[in-house]
C-alpha cells in the first residue's frame, strides 16, 4: 500500500440487502476463538463468525459506537476494506424487541418439545435459534 | 346473419369480462415482479460480495491444496468427515467423484398462465438428457414446482425428489430446504454432480434458458482477481475458514437461482396476461363492429317490411 490510511470501510451484506456500510477506525467481530479487533491497515484476514455482536468505532463521531448482531457467517479484510457477509444481520437501532422475545420463547418451547421426543436435529435447529433471540436481545439492550 | 343480436351482445359481456380478469392478473404479477426484482436488487449484492471472496480464495491457492489435500484423503480411508456448521460438507463440495449419475435441479413454476415459461424449460430438459444420457440410471431429477413435478412423473423420468408451493417472493429459509435435500442427496451419493436448470431473467420480455453446475464447486474465475500473489492470515485454520464460506456460497448459488428463476417468472405472467388482455380488446372491437351490422342488418329489414306493407296498402 502506497499511502498509508488510518480508515477502515466496514460493509455488511445479508441476502436482503447491504445492512452496514460506513468508515470506522476500530471493528471488533465474534471470530471462533474469541473477540477480534480490526484496525486500518491490518493484514489480509478471512474467519468465520459465531452469533453474536460486532462493533464499530465511527470516524464521523468517535464517542459513538455501533452494534449489530450477526447470525455466523464470514469476514473477509483486504485493502482496509472490511466484508462481512452472513445469513442475516441487524443493526442494533433496527432490532424489533418484542419479536426477538417472541423468537426466544418460541426457541425455549421448540427445545423443550424437542428434548421429550429425543429429536437431536431439531434440538439443535431451537438452539441456534434460541441463541440468536438471545443475542439480538443483548444487543439491543446493550444500546440502552 | 349466423348470429343473433343477443348471441354477439352476450359473447361481448362474457370477452369484457375475461379481458378484465387478465388485466387484474397482469397487474398482480407486475406488482410481485417489481417487489421480487427490488429483492434481487438487494441479493446481488450479497452474492457478488460472497464471490469475490470465494475468488480471493481460489486465487490464493487455498482451495486447490484443500481440494488435494481430501482428494487423497478421500481415496485412502473413504469416510467423508463432518461439517460443524453447515448440512454441506467441505470435502463433499470440493471432492470431484467420477460421474456415474447426474442430478438436475429443474425449476418451474407451480401455476399455468405463464406463457411459454414452463414449455421452454422442459423441452429443454429433455433435449438435454436425451442428448447427455442412454439410459435413466445416468441421472435423477429433483423438481421445484407443480408443473415440472407433473411433467416428469407422468413421462415417468427419474424423478427423485418434488418440493411444490414456492412463495412468489422466497426467503432464504424457505430455500433451505431443497438445498439441504439436493445435498443431501449429493452427500449419499445419489448423484455425483448437480446441475440447477432455470429460466434466467433477462428483462421483462425474455428469459433464457440456464443450466448451471452447482455441485462441487469447480468453476472459479480467477482471472478477474488483480494481485494473485495476496496472502491471508486465516483464522483459526485453513479448514474452519473454508467450511463456513463455501457452504454459504453453494446455498447462495442456488438461492440465487431460484431468485431468478421467480422473477423470470412473474415476467412471463405478466407478458401472457398482457397479450391475453390485448386479445380480448381485439376480440371485443371485432365483435362490436359485428353487433352494429347485425343491428344496421335489422332495421333495415324493417324499414323494408314497414315500407313494403305501406306499399301494399296504397
Known sequence: ?144 | MAESLMDIKRRIASTKKTGQITSAMQMVSGAKLSQIEKNSIAYQQYTNKIREIVTHLAASQLIASARQKRTTKATTNGIAEQSVRHDISLSNLLVERPIKKTGYLVITSDRGLVGAYNSSILKAMVEMISQNHQSADEYAILAVGGTGADFFKARQMNLSYEYRGVSDVPSFNEVREIIKTAVAMYDSGVFDELYVCYNHHVNSLTAAFRAEKMLPITDLDVSEVTDKDQEYITEPSVDDALDAILPQYAESLIYGALLDSKTAEHSASMTAMKSATDNANNLISDLSIKYNRARQAQITTEITEIVGGAAALE
Open chain 1, 1 to 144: 500500500m502506497a499511502t498509508e490510511q488510518k480508515v477502515l470501510t466496514v460493509n455488511i451484506v445479508t441476502p436482503s440487502g447491504i445492512v452496514y456500510d460506513h468508515h470506522a477506525t476500530l471493528l471488533v467481530v465474534p471470530a471462533m476463538a474469541g473477540q477480534l479487533g480490526i484496525m486500518a491497515n491490518h493484514e489480509p484476514i478471512i474467519t468465520p463468525l459465531e452469533i453474536g455482536e460486532i462493533r464499530v468505532k465511527r470516524t464521523d463521531n468517535p464517542a459513538r459506537e455501533d452494534a449489530i448482531a450477526v447470525n455466523g457467517g464470514f469476514m473477509e479484510v483486504s485493502h482496509n476494506i472490511a466484508s462481512i457477509v452472513a445469513d442475516s444481520a441487524e443493526r442494533a437501532r433496527d432490532i424489533d424487541i418484542t419479536r426477538a422475545q417472541s423468537a426466544k420463547e418460541r426457541a425455549q418451547n421448540a427445545i423443550k418439545t424437542a428434548s421429550e421426543h429425543h429429536n437431536p436435529d431439531e434440538l439443535r435447529r431451537a438452539q441456534i435459534a434460541l441463541q440468536r433471540a438471545m443475542n439480538r436481545i443483548n444487543v439491543k439492550n446493550h444500546l440502552l
